[in-house]
């Protein structure tokens, strides 16, 4: 079964300083990864995104996010965060191998950058 | 402006009053589907629609039906709304190809 694991709630960041968010992941074929944005009373906005190739993907923003296949992982990254930064971060997965139409989201983690 | 654009956004109605969440989205996918938001859960799949002949269940879909009958639009339907689907809703579409999805504004519903 497909899962999406995101260990913390919230990940507190000074601004200036480089920001990871934590994504874990498991399916059973190969993966297509994704992370959204969701700031206060929006809809969720698309960072960027795995589906092959280069295991270090670049998206909107500055963000990264870099595809491990041995430690099933896919964390989001920004060399330099910003207080605009802050809001709600979503991690999603879809199992490429079996065709599947579903997304799975993990439970967000709430990023604070202090000033 | 490529968008899917939900309605109503915030919504306030008592149990067992009928009530649709429309969705519609402008760039014409073929898949839509439809989560709900709630704190500690993440996003859950209700149902989601590959084409205007397919439509299948999510994860949650007790409580809620969709209709598909033309491709732009969605639909949710709760025939008797309950305290427990009180939530924050999204429909979202998708193009071709393993891509990403495209959200729209979300509902806010409060079931009293």
């Known amino acids: 079964a497909q899962s999406v694991a995101q260990p913390e709630d919230q990940v507190n960041v000074a601004e200036g300083n480089p920001l990871t968010v934590k994504c874990t992941y498991s399916?059973?074929?190969?993966?297509?990864l994704f992370w959204y944005v969701q700031y206060p009373n929006r809809g969720l906005q698309f960072l960027l995104k795995y589906i092959t190739g280069d295991n270090l993907v670049k998206g909107s923003y500055g963000f990264e996010a870099e595809f491990n296949k041995s430690q099933t992982s896919f964390h989001l990254k920004k060399p330099s965060a910003l207080v605009s930064d802050s809001a709600l971060y979503f991690c999603?997965?879809?199992?490429?191998?079996?065709?599947?139409?579903?997304?799975?989201f993990g439970t967000g983690t709430r990023l604070k950058v202090l000033a | 402006e490529a968008q899917v654009t939900q309605n109503p956004r915030y919504l306030i109605t008592v149990t067992g009053k009928k009530l649709t969440v429309t969705c519609s989205q402008n760039?014409?996918?073929?898949?839509m589907s439809w989560y709900r938001q709630d704190p500690g859960l993440g996003l859950r799949q209700i149902y989601y629609?590959?084409?205007?002949?397919?439509?299948d269940k999510g994860d949650v879909p007790e409580g809620y039906k969709v209709s598909r009958k033309e491709k732009r639009n969605f639909p949710l339907i709760l025939e008797s709304p309950s305290p427990n689907q009180t939530s924050l809703y999204f429909c979202?579409?998708?193009?071709?190809?393993?891509?990403?999805?495209?959200f729209g504004e979300g509902s806010r519903l409060t079931v009293l």
């Open positions: 979202a579409s998708r193009g071709e190809g393993p891509g990403e999805l495209f």
């Open positions: 629609s590959m084409n205007v002949e397919v439509t």
């Open positions: 760039m014409n996918h073929e898949y």
């Open positions: 399916v059973s074929g190969n993966p297509y």
């Open positions: 999603a997965v879809r199992d490429g191998w079996t065709g599947t139409y579903k997304y799975i």
